[in-house]
């Protein structure tokens, strides 16, 4: 390092300290003192500190040997603590530099949370400063209106913790995806920075309801112990009751949401209520409930409620896939329950909220499984029918021959498939009799 940078990142260090209280110098140690560092150039040493260092008291964060090619060599040790001056002695109010927060507003069509290139953006979106927390554009808010591309951006910003939210023009129907809230809090430190925010916004439908991904997919809000096991969602009681939640927008023509727990493994509370599962479907404006109490219990707004005792509660429209069960009766928990919500009573368009919850009353070791989260009818539980053997010889003289179809990956729901008989080398009429007709598969029928 040239004499000139060595002194001008040496300057910068004493600078950034001097704020915090006098140098001092002594003659028999060459030191300069300020708070937090010493500079002790016959021995070659800087001697940096979070606080101010007392007579006999260092704390040795570099030593820079000096070199014997003396002065201009290289001090890298030096010129990297220089460096690091505005986070060791964070700038005063008079050396701050004004901040900017910039990003875009774009429509995620895929709902990955993520601003793909073929995704446009939303203009005319506002884009404010949220000072007093409230979610609305207030007087004297800063904020700026997002251009034809989407983009926006807030310059001149003082040091500070800001809360950036947008605002979509009217006649758009969209929700948050990323980030869920629709809100970012971004902090701008006085070095001049410029701090991105972008906001993605998702329209019409329910996305990432398989879980396949391992985390928390966009659009999703999570609260309390809720984890990501093999490509289903654990709501636990680490810490009482926990919460997995969704907005949506119901598109045109839909008929029905479905959703599916795996499993259940409640813990017995003793006197304590028993656990239980809730799902609700609210207005997200309002938060009243789309559909009626369920039927024989007080106190909830849920669509389903399912306790650790089996009992089992339905508001009127839902039901369970494949069972007969009726609300306030009980159902076996030893497998999954898929459930369907009839939504052919909600009008398209509807910004609705969907949420779990798992109700802790007791020790607090109740966990529940979800899975497969979407609009329409469950996917995945009915099963697929195949033939036992993929072949099957029978002589002339056998007289009947007997082909098992089987249910395999699946048995939940009634399944019915046609059959019927085609010649081959076989002639119909002359070398067997022709048969067709329909094969039924009730609930949990395998074969």
Known sequence: ???????????????????????????????????????????GRILLSASPLADGQHAELSSVVESPGGEGTPWPEVFAYAEKAPELFPPSAAEAQ?????????????????????????????????????????TGERNVVTNSTGAYQLTGLAPGTYEVVTTLPSGIMALPSQPA?????????????????NFGYRGAGLFGGDFNGGTLPPGWIAAGDVTFVNGEVRLGENGG????????????????????????AFASNGPNPPDAIEVAVRDRQTGA???????????????LNVQSNGRIYLAPGTTIFGREVSS???IALDRLLPVVIDLRGVPEGTAASLSID??????????????????????????ELEFETSALSVGESAGTATLTVRRVNGAIGRVTVPYSTVNGSATSGQDFVASAGEL???TDELT
């Open 1 to 43: 390092m040239s004499k000139p940078k060595f002194a001008q990142a040496i300057g910068s260090l004493f600078q950034r300290a001097h704020r915090f209280s006098p140098c001092r110098s002594t003659a028999n140690d060459h030191a300069s003192r300020a708070a937090g560092l010493r500079f002790e150039p016959l021995e």
């Open 98 to 138: 004004p901040g900017t927060i910039e990003g875009r507003v774009y429509s995620d069509d895929n709902s990955n949370g993520v601003a793909d290139p073929a995704e446009a953006g939303i203009a005319s979106a506002s884009v404010f400063l949220d000072t007093n927390a409230n979610g609305a554009l207030d």
């Open 181 to 197: 809230t629709g809100r970012s809090t971004l902090i701008v430190d006085g070095s001049g920075q410029t701090q991105v925010a």
């Open 241 to 264: 009751t926990s919460t997995l939640s969704y907005d949506f927008i119901v598109p045109a023509g839909t008929e029905a949401m479905s959703l599916i727990f795996p499993t259940f």
């Open 289 to 303: 409930s789309l559909f009626p109490r369920p039927t024989g219990l007080s106190g909830s707004d849920a669509v």
């Open 328 to 330: 306030g009766g009980t």
């Open 358 to 383: 798992l109700l802790s009353f007791g020790q607090q070791a109740s966990s529940v499984r979800l899975d497969n989260v979407v609009l329409g009818i469950p996917q995945g539980i009915s099963g």
């Open 440 to 442: 039924v598969f009730e």
